[in-house]
């Protein structure tokens, strides 16, 4: 059995000597060969020293040690000799002013021979199954497959670990002619193994069902990687694990066909040192308790604390009172803030020896694990009696500062992640308290409480240095990692005498281009003179530029003037000007949990507002033209003024033509996924309320949701829609009596229904109702209602589920809703057949409800296992993984189920043209918006609910739209001049003197149809179309080709309505 | 009698653990025969029909016959035939493209072949003779198919399949035992029915049935071809290399063709430390689907020793740029492109025809030019000639050595939205 033994590094400060400071580390030691690191202190971080020497105390041995700066600081790292040793070792270090010695690995190394490193004489390997050091390609390698066996492996040498905390995993790899495995077409397999105190493999309850015993960090489905290939993880270690191991597999076999090298573990946050202030602050009697759940991360030097822990006189510390305890902990952003305890009321007591004392206590429950946030009402704090805060604010004040939390945050030059969204979700206390009868009492009610640090008065420690050091070590362990942007793509642009002038350059880009802070124009074709458009009376027409800078300036905003026609005026008031907002989006964690990572980019169109003008800095606007009805036909001029702080004004000319016809409504049922964010959530599902029970409490909220959604959905018709698939599923509001189904006294499906009716919405995919249907391995929803309605399929179950549609049926009619569709059920292909099968069930069992009611059901499909369902829906929905082609749409309607779409891109191109195209009934969209924990933070949510996929997001002064979102708005548009120019065709039909005017309108239309395929993955190009041996033959991909088509078919209709006079010749 | 028709023909069962599983004979014949899905052959006659299948699931209230579903199978030499035979009046036939997933969902049959540690082969046929193929947990799934052939036949309120597949074509590990498993999807109804017992799904190989082989098993999978992939090729002339591993010593010859065509190509080979290097040239003169095979057979018996068949993809000849689909009159003149995608190593000699004719008019202009070697060439039509109104451009390229392509494509002047001297900037 191999002994594993807890490293803990801990730094006693030696008095500084009077040049070079000095201190020493004791390590808990291992068995086997390691590299350790730990951070200097801050104080000991001067690059003044350039140098380090370790000697290992007991035995006078000097070690190869070494200094590595970072931007957080210095880390010390040195080789920690295996040695069979109880306990801890103890070795000084030194710094010095130049460097010396040997350095070691520059990476820390809690593996064994991680680095494989050859020596003469060297230790068999720990774990080793099957495999020989050697060198491969020049490196000193593990090679797999020595022997016999099948699946020839290495285990790693165990090392400890902590939960909660990330661990970086790296290695190289090689393979060659690595045999595939023949069920998985697999050569290698790398998992990080989850081991307990006793070393076996350990599995994790998650969820009650799930178990989780290993990490698996690689498969790979290679059989020659032409050289060594590097990978690196970034791994939490879940509660309850201790001891971890890797694990590396050559899946099939293969003599010496996989070779690894450069195998490392190590913590992403390092071990610190305490400098001579943190001693003196324990030795004058400090206290550092760090609260959360029991077994989260415990930030370094502070005592953990758990609900658990309830007061003793031995420890002199714990909670000698708690109602209705709640711990969380977020993984994020480091030990000290990711984890907090709550209560309905909470005390707790520390004994202390009489006198006065400093106190600091830190609260925030950043809740950046879940698509949702917490939120906390009548939260109050008091220290000894003494009240530290009382929660002033209405839940309804609190709920939406929750929800345009970080609105104000607009990015500018220097912006900084941490300061502008981590450091704002923590509210510090401080004060001073006087103990007696040796006890100090602090008492919380629902209050997120993450720490508490006691210090006494009469030390020379200042709490305010304490509070200070704690901060810099909270940011130093806060992982951000910010995506670069992409190289700007080559070009002939450069600036005129002009625009040096004027210090900054106007230009165009397609809209569809990301926009990134730096960037630059491209082509000298990219320099903009005018904004020039045109639309129809009632459209919402768009202008677009983006100003570049060329030196530093001050500040500079854009403000729209009235457009001069000759029959007539469009007020300054109609062109809605917006600036392409910065944001930290979201990059998605790529392997690297527990961290913040993120690009910034511009996505939604905000109010506008003063900005700087920077050297190569960029800022977009988006003027919306929203041309009022009855504006007469003719051309409109104009200007936007930008104008410079300090005067400088630049006109930007514009040019609008008005065409002399209005456009025919969207012909097709179309809109997006939307699921209403806060107060919605908070009031409707309240699980996430802490404190308060806002539908006794907070009545008022309920004005606000009403407020709040007529705002959203007013904003979402000005988009062109018709429709919004609603996404609440209703959970509470329904009854279950007597084997009947009804909705509960003042629910919120009948709230948002008379909303929607009353915004002018159409028919309504309920999307809501998915989870009522059964899913393999999710409870059956139904269940919700009553313990009877458990096991899907059942008679009971049967009945239950049509009663539910019968009674929304039922329902809607009496109260007069657009049409309800039921959508039974979505993306079932993502659990293969089975799925695919149970859906087919669920839509089968309604036959005889739709006949009878006349009603139309609805599902999502993701993939071919979910063509068993088709003859069984009203409206078959697929996406492009069902996929969309010739086959699959014929199969659709031979199948008697009509054909509509759902998410293939925002893109204006899939929105409008290619819909009309594919003769599609219905066409929806994830999504509007969707609940997320911040809207206006995604990197701080778990997912890329908001950056990713939302076009809107909220403000203050109402709903705003994305770039995407007006991307899509312009396909929306575009497809109304289709169905125009329809009608004009229909309506011509006869009238022989626009005979030939009709043929080329039908001959422009055919046309169009021609160029667009059916497989919309051609048309965007995400596959592309060379390779697969397609032809190239739409060329309608980009803005540019879309405004073409747009003003064709402004000519054809033109001339279908009253000649080609409504044109300029 | 011949003497295979003396063993048992009926079905006999093993215990595999606990379980008992369905085993099935395969005789050997001599006869010729054709894959057409009508059962011509007399063997087809005399050879036991295997009818106990499995329902794995129905749907619920459904309680209409679930009609006979059988299958036969025999050894033709190096070759198994299979025949499957459903009793279904109307099918659903939704699927007719080869080659995609989706055919297992139809109204379809499958195969699963296997020796015990070996690939797990599935074939798959529906009810149009559409046909899925994989190698079950190998590489490479989209461009390597082991040599086999189907057909469907539809009549008298049943459906049949008849597969051919070559057995020297299949990996084996030796001494293993065959397994296989049939199934049958009825898609409308939600049926599934297998021969085997299965629990998981109809691959789930521990639980397929057994082979038995009259006389020696197939000494399947001794060779492998070993191609890399072929993706992105060009119209124009190839050189290909394939690597055959695990060649016992002899000497062998290498048939190569496209389609179902083949030809002797190139000297006698044998192998040196049991592989042989082969390379062979491949002219691809035409665009779209093509299906490469090679063979391996034995020299001197002419036995199919193993095969590679591949399909590829060339894209067309000609690919026309520059053309928006519409255009203002200020932004004349018109300056289309074209481009030749082939092999930069096929010489493109020939002439290029360019014809732009007014829509609904007589009016139409022509230009002609040489292709002289090179792949891109660029030309403008006269701005006098464009009127508005809708216009198709012909392009035409006739090669010396690759044939000829046609482009096709519409585009429309327009007026200008503010004046015919003026230039917008789209966005």
Redesign the interface.
């Known amino acids: 059995m191999i002994r594993v033994f807890p490293l803990i590094f801990l730094l006693v400060a030696q008095p500084l000597w009077a040049t070079s400071p000095t201190g020493v580390v004791d390590v808990t030691q291992q068995p086997h060969p390691s590299v350790a690191a730990a951070w200097l202190p801050l104080s000991q971080s001067d690059e003044a020293w350039k140098g380090v020497r370790v000697v290992h105390e007991a035995s006078g041995e000097a070690l190869a040690a070494t200094l590595r700066r970072e931007e957080k600081g210095t880390v010390l790292l040195w080789s920690v000799p295996g040695m069979e040793v109880e306990g801890e070792t103890r070795f000084r270090y030194t710094l010095e002013k130049e460097a010396t010695g040997e350095a070691p690995a520059l990476e820390a190394n809690l593996l064994d021979a991680g680095a494989l490193t050859l020596q003469e004489g060297s230790a068999p390997l720990p774990g080793a199954i099957n495999a020989e050091l050697a060198t491969v390609e020049e490196r000193a390698a593990l090679v797999l497959g020595i022997g016999e066996e099948k699946e020839p492996g290495f285990s790693s040498a165990r090392f400890r670990v902590e939960p909660g905390l990330s661990y970086r995993v790296s290695f190289d790899y090689l393979l060659k002619d690595a045999p595939?495995?023949?069920?998985?077409?697999l050569s290698l397999y790398v998992w990080l193994y989850y081991l307990d105190e006793e070393g076996h493999r350990t599995r994790i309850p998650l969820k009650e069902t799930t178990i989780l015993h290993r990490a698996s960090l690689l498969t790979s489905?290679e059989?020659n990687t032409d050289g060594w290939k590097s990978r690196h993880y970034q791994v939490v270690i879940p509660k309850g694990v201790q001891l971890a191991e890797l694990d590396f597999r050559a899946a099939a076999g293969g003599q010496r066909a996989v070779a690894l090298s450069r195998v490392r573990v190590a913590p992403v946050i390092l071990a610190r040192a305490r400098d001579e202030a943190m001693l003196a602050q324990e030795k004058a009697g400090g206290r550092f308790f760090d609260f959360g759940p029991e077994g989260s991360a415990v930030f370094d030097r502070f005592e953990a604390v758990s609900p658990k822990d309830s007061y003793t006189p031995d420890r002199g510390w714990g909670f000698s009172g708690m109602t209705d305890p709640a711990a969380f902990d977020s993984g994020r952003p480091e030990a000290l803030g990711r984890d907090v305890i709550s209560a309905k009321k909470a005390t707790f007591r520390v004994d202390l020896p009489d006198g006065n004392y400093d106190l600091w206590l830190l609260s925030g429950d950043v809740s950046t694990h879940q698509a949702v946030r917490r939120y906390y009402f009548n939260s109050q704090l008091r220290v000894n009696g003494k009240e530290l805060w009382t929660e002033q604010e209405t839940p309804a004040e609190i709920l939406m500062r929750g929800l345009y939390d970080g609105y104000d945050k607009f990015w500018l030059p220097g912006a900084d992640y941490y300061n502008d969204f981590v450091v704002p979700r923590f509210r510090e206390f401080t004060t001073s308290v006087e103990v007696k009868e040796g006890r100090l009492l602090v008492e919380w009610e629902n209050l997120p409480l993450g720490a508490l640090v006691i210090l006494p008065k009469k030390g020379d420690v200042a709490l305010q240095t304490v509070v200070e050091g704690i901060a810099a070590e909270r940011r130093r362990d806060t992982v951000l990692h910010e995506v670069p942007a992409p190289a700007d793509k080559e070009g002939d642009w450069s600036p005129n005498a002009q625009e040096k002038e004027r210090g900054f350059a106007l230009y165009?880009r397609?809209?569809e281009e990301p926009r990134y802070p730096y960037a630059r124009p491209v082509k000298g074709s990219d320099r903009?003179?005018?904004?020039?458009?045109?639309g129809t009376p009632g459209e919402v027409v768009?202008l677009?530029f983006t100003l570049h800078g060329l030196e530093d300036k001050g500040t500079v905003e854009l403000e729209a003037l009235a457009l001069e026609g000759e029959a007539g005026r469009i007020e300054a008031g109609a062109l809605k000007v917006g600036i392409a907002r910065y944001l930290f989006w979201n990059a998605g964690a790529k392997g690297e949990s527990g961290g913040y990572r993120y690009q910034v980019r511009a996505l939604p169109l905000d109010h506008p507002r003063p900005v700087p003008i920077r050297k190569g800095l960029n800022w977009s606007w988006w003027v919306n033209v929203e041309v009022p009805k009855g504006t007469p036909a003719g051309?409109y001029s104009g200007h936007l003024r930008l104008k410079e702080e300090g005067g400088a004004e630049t006109l930007l000319p514009v040019?609008l033509?008005v065409l002399g016809f209005e456009l025919e409504p969207l012909p097709i049922v179309q809109g997006f996924y939307y699921k209403p964010s806060e107060p919605w959530y908070a009031f409707f599902w309240h699980r996430n309320v802490y404190g308060a029970d806002l539908k006794k409490e907070a009545l008022e909220l309920r004005d606000l949701i009403i407020e709040q959604e007529r705002r959203e959905l007013a904003a979402m018709r000005t988009l062109g829609v018709n429709s919004v698939a609603f996404g609440d599923d209703l959970r509470g509001d329904l009854r279950f009596e007597d084997g009947k189904i009804s909705l509960i006294e003042g629910d919120r499906f009948t709230l948002w229904m008379n909303l929607y009716k009353e915004a002018g919405f159409g028919p309504m995919p309920f999307y809501g109702m998915t989870p009522y249907g059964p899913t393999p391995g999710t409870p059956n929803r139904l269940s919700w209602l009553d313990d009877s309605l458990k096991p899907p399929?059942t008679p009971a179950w049967y009945a239950a589920y049509a009663e539910l549609v019968e009674m929304l049926e039922v329902t809607r009619r009496k109260n007069d809703w657009p049409e309800i569709l039921y959508y039974i059920s979505d993306e079932r292909s993502n659990y293969g057949?089975p799925g695919a099968?149970l859906g087919?069930?669920v839509a089968?069992s309604l036959k005889e409800v739709r006949k009878r009611l006349g009603i139309r059901t609805i599902a999502s499909l993701n993939g071919?296992?979910e063509?068993?369902m088709v003859?069984h829906l009203d409206l078959s929905m697929p996406n492009y993984a069902f996929p969309i082609n010739e086959?699959?749409v014929r199969?659709i309607t031979?199948s008697r189920s009509a054909f509509w779409i759902y998410n293939v891109g925002k893109q204006r191109l899939t929105q409008g043209l290619w819909t009309w195209a594919m003769k599609a009934g219905g066409r929806f969209q994830w999504h509007y918006r969707s609940h997320t924990a911040y809207t206006w933070d995604d990197v701080a949510n778990p997912s890329r609910e908001q950056t990713a996929y939302s076009i809107s997001y909220p403000t203050p002064k109402g709903p705003i739209f994305t770039l995407d979102g007006e991307e899509a708005r312009a396909g929306i548009t575009d497809h109304r001049y289709l169905a125009t120019l329809e009608a004009a065709i229909a309506a011509a039909k006869g009238n022989r003197a626009l005979e030939?005017a009709r043929?080329?309108a039908e001959?422009?239309l055919a046309?169009?149809r021609?160029?667009l395929p059916v497989d919309a993955r051609r048309l965007i190009e995400s596959d592309d179309?060379?390779?697969?041996?397609?032809?190239?033959?739409h060329?309608?991909n980009g803005?540019?080709?879309l405004?073409?088509?747009r003003?064709?078919l402004a000519?054809h209709i033109l001339k279908l309505q009253g000649g080609?006079e409504g044109?300029?010749? | 009698m011949k003497p295979w028709l003396l063993l048992t023909v009926l079905a006999w069962s093993v215990h595999a653990g606990a379980e008992t599983l369905p085993v099935v004979e395969v005789a050997q014949v001599e006869e010729r025969w054709q894959v057409d899905g009508r059962a011509q052959e007399a063997f087809w006659k005399e050879l036991p029909r295997y009818d106990q299948f499995y329902t794995l699931k129905r749907h619920p209230g459904d309680d209409a016959p679930l009609g006979k579903v059988t299958f036969q199978m025999v050894r033709a030499g190096e070759t198994l035939l299979v025949r499957v035979e459903s009793e279904q009046e109307e099918v659903l036939v939704v699927t007719k493209e080869s080659g995609t997933s989706a055919v297992c969902s139809d109204d379809a049959v499958e195969l699963f072949l296997h020796t015990e540690g070996g690939p797990l082969y599935q074939f798959v046929v529906n009810a149009h003779g559409a046909t899925f193929f994989q190698e079950v947990g190998a590489k490479g799934k989209s461009d390597w198919s082991p040599l086999w052939e189907s057909a469907v036949h539809r009549g008298g309120g049943r459906w049949s399949v008849e597969m051919a597949i070559a057995l020297p074509n299949l990996e084996a590990k030796a001494g293993s035992p065959w397994r296989l498993n049939v199934a049958r999807t009825w898609r409308e109804r939600l049926i599934y029915q297998s021969w085997a017992p299965v629990r998981k799904g109809y691959g789930e190989r521990e639980r397929h049935g057994l082979l038995q082989w009259q006389g020696q098993p197939p000494q399947g999978g001794m060779v492998r071809a070993v191609l890399p992939p072929l993706r992105g090729l060009l119209l124009g002339e190839h050189r290909l290399a394939l690597r055959w591993e695990g060649v016992p010593s002899g000497s062998y010859r290498l048939q190569v063709g496209e389609g179902s065509e083949r030809a002797p190509h190139g000297a006698v080979l044998t192998p040196v430390d049991g592989a042989i290097e082969t390379e062979w040239e491949v002219r691809l003169a035409r665009a779209g689907g093509h299906t490469l095979a090679v063979e391996l057979v034995d020299a001197e018996s002419g036995r199919l020793v193993s095969g590679w068949v591949g399909s590829v993809r060339t894209p067309r000849l000609l690919s026309v740029a520059g053309l928006w689909p519409v255009v203002e009159v200020g932004e004349l003149p018109l300056r289309p492109a074209l481009s030749l995608a082939l092999h930069p190593a096929s010489a493109a000699q020939g002439e290029v025809t360019v014809t732009v004719r007014q829509l609904n008019s007589q009016r139409s202009w022509e230009t002609r030019f040489p292709l002289s070697g090179k792949l891109d060439h660029q030309w403008e039509v006269p701005t006098d000639f464009l009127l508005t109104g809708g216009y198709e451009m012909e392009v035409s390229a006739k090669t010396a050595h690759w044939g000829e392509d046609h482009w096709r494509g519409t585009f429309h002047i327009v007026p200008s939205i503010f004046a015919a001297s003026s230039t917008r900037s789209y966005p």
Do not use: C, M
């Open positions: 595939l495995h023949p069920n998985y077409g489905d059989t165009h397609p809209v903009l003179e005018r904004l020039e458009s045109f768009p677009w051309v040019r033509r399929f057949q099968d087919a069930e089968a071919p296992y063509r068993v003859p086959e699959s199969f031979d030939e043929a080329e001959q422009f046309d169009l021609e160029r179309p060379k390779e697969a041996g397609g032809e190239i033959r060329g309608l803005s540019e080709a405004e073409r088509v003003w064709g000519t080609e044109v300029a010749k």
